[in-house]
């Protein structure tokens, strides 16, 4: 089984930075597509933003231009780059991972979350 977890979160002020890093641990055979995805209360689970293993990616709309998502392979890490930040981007930040395990079976993986809060 792999375990997701998540750190980087809390408080920052309008328009400052954080940096959210999710280390990938367990029986891993290997890590497809991961991501970022957040949860604001009273609202769904949205995507924030996606990458391949290849490297490809995309970004809700909201985060263009702000947000940059990257991995290293090699750490079984993703990251997300969180600038310009807005009280709106304040959430429960979750990391997810679709990977195969050392059985060859396909999993869907998330983190417990971070919060993150944008407030002055």
């Known amino acids: 089984q792999a375990q997701l977890v998540e750190s980087g979160g809390g408080l920052v002020q309008p328009g400052g930075s954080l940096r959210l890093s999710c280390a990938a641990s367990g029986s891993i055979f290997v890590i497809n597509d991961m991501g970022w995805y957040r949860q604001a209360p009273g609202r769904e689970r949205e995507l924030v933003a996606r990458?391949?293993?290849?490297?490809?990616?995309n970004y809700a709309d909201s985060v263009k231009g702000r947000f940059t998502i990257s991995r290293d392979n090699a750490k079984n890490m993703v990251y997300l780059q969180m600038n310009s930040l807005k009280p709106e981007d304040t959430a429960v930040y979750y990391c997810?991972?679709?990977?195969?395990?050392?059985?060859?079976?396909?999993?869907?993986?998330w983190g417990r979350g971070t919060q993150v809060a944008v407030s002055s």
């Open positions: 990458i391949t293993s290849g490297g490809s990616t």
């Open positions: 997810n991972a679709h990977i195969i395990n050392t059985a060859r079976s396909q999993t869907v993986n």
